[in-house]
């Protein structure tokens, strides 16, 4: 067909609710059900043949229920991510050549099979895999992937229309290649959508991709591979292995095909693949894209409105136990108004409920893994011994029966503590409480106090307060909010990432991010090419 298509105009997916009683409960349920029910076999899919990968088992368990095993998957050897890199080479001619228009209707019909019979799917193994409560799923597998493959849709075309200007006599074109190669996209446990996109969004621009999820994210990561393939995605465009990813990247790294990195995790594994592309020569320059951790802040000037503030650090911090890159993890309030908030912030806080989320009436689930209580068991023991720091709300952890980490506040008078510093991804926030007349003072030394530059909220009502805070901050956030939690960037609407140790900051589910994935031919075609060598100054 000879036709320029007009792709249709995304809006953001409609966020259900999940109330007592309704048909969209009963039917979360019941698919709830059926998952937990299932033993799953979480085998990799390369050339679009499932197989089990070669290395050790990992049982992939609910969180909140660690005796629950809802599959197994096993790490991928270095001869299964051979495969996989093959496949993708190997697919990678066809899918270039196919129409954008073809490409994109593979992704659009995964979002409205999403929006409509593979929600409940999604969803499910979102809750059963990684402890999350049906709005934390809702928000994530359901919305915010849609999202990111119909927008994606939308920007790619406003690139592929993106033209040079010409001369008289002159048509100059850009042909949007795909890169020569294959993407390398390695995707975090927490979110189910960022997970799909990073395959996703190269595949769109016409790449092929090796895909490793992360083990504890596998069952939704298994069922977005069969939703891409129930898209009519062909064999050998998105190849996904399992496991812990090491053998992988002994593969995947060294090869000279590969042409991109699309990231999304802890800071030190992507400071650990930057260097070894670094060391490395391939065909082109590696486009390497990551998204990683943060240390997000809410600062409060003294003119702010209680309410909305304590619902922010609540809801900033605690939802999904902490564990998404833009939690807030760091506050500072001004002594009067913490005098004000802070018996409530403590009892909502400790009046949070973690469990099992698939009883709906929780607030919370469990932390995603053994590794995860660990570490945040170990620096709560820190804070505890810390003489500058004071717990004033939870401060415990349990891991009986599920990792179950107890929202916690710690308030903290010395602002360089390692509270303020560092990531712990977990249901920790610290507050440093400074006299009003120091605000500025205190915004100058949030800004560089972590090494991060991710997501961050000012909480005022004097404007003049606000202006200032936005301008010392300006590099210490990629998502910088206005009397809002720092959390819950919707695509489209507030393009996501961060500078500094944060990433690359290429915001995942825009342009910005996609032209990453394209590699422009400038092609200039003369209609009457000159005949004669001489100019008009050599007589
Ligand atoms: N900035 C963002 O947009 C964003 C979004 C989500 C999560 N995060 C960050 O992600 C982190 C939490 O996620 P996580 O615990 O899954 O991160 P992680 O870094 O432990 O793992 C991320 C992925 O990398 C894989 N991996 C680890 N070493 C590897 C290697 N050598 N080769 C190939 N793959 C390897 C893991 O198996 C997983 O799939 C936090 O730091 C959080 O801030 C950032
Ligand atoms: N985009 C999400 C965070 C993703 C990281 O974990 C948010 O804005 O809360």
Known sequence: MDALFNVPEPVNEPVRGYAPDTSERA???????????????????????????????????????????????????????????????????????????????????????????????????????????????????ACELIDFLRFNVYFGQRILADQPRSSAGVWNRFDHRPLEGFVYAITPFNFTAIAGNLPSAPALMGNTVLWKPSPTQQLAAHYTMRLFEAAGLPAGVINLVTGDGLATSEVALADPDLAGIHFTGSTAVFRTLNRTVAENVYRSYPRVVGETGGKDFIIAHPSADPAPLITAMVRGAFEFQGQKCSAASRAYIPASLWSQIKDEVVATTEALTYGDVTDFTNFGGAVIDRRAFDRLAAALDRIKNSSSCTVVAGGTADDTEGFFVRPTIVECTDPTHEVFTTEYFGPILAVHVFPDERYDEVVAQAESAAPYALTGSIFATDRQAVERASHTLRFAAGNFYINDKPTGAVVGQQPFGGGRASGTNDKAGSWHNLLRWTSPRTIKETFVPPTDHRYPHMG
Do not use: C
């Not at 709830?32 to 992939?60: F, K, N, Q």
């Not at 051979?82 to 050549?97: F, N």
């Not at 593979?106 to 979102?126: E, H, I, K, M, Q």
């Open 27 to 141: 039917n979360l349920e019941r698919r709830l059900g059926e998952l937990a029910a299932e033993r799953h076999e979480l085998t990799m899919t390369i050339d679009g043949e499932r197989r089990m990968a070669a290395g050790e088992p990992i049982d992939v368990v609910q969180p909140h229920r660690h005796s629950h095993v809802l599959g197994v998957t096993h790490n991928a050897t270095t001869d299964d991510a051979a495969r996989a890199v093959a496949a993708a080479k190997r697919a990678a001619p066809a899918w270039r050549d196919l129409p954008y228009s073809e490409r994109a209707a593979v992704f659009l019909r995964a979002a409205d099979l999403l929006s409509g019979p593979w929600r409940d799917t999604l969803n499910a193994a979102t809750m059963l895999g990684q402890s999350k409560t049906a709005i934390q799923a809702e928000i994530d597998s």
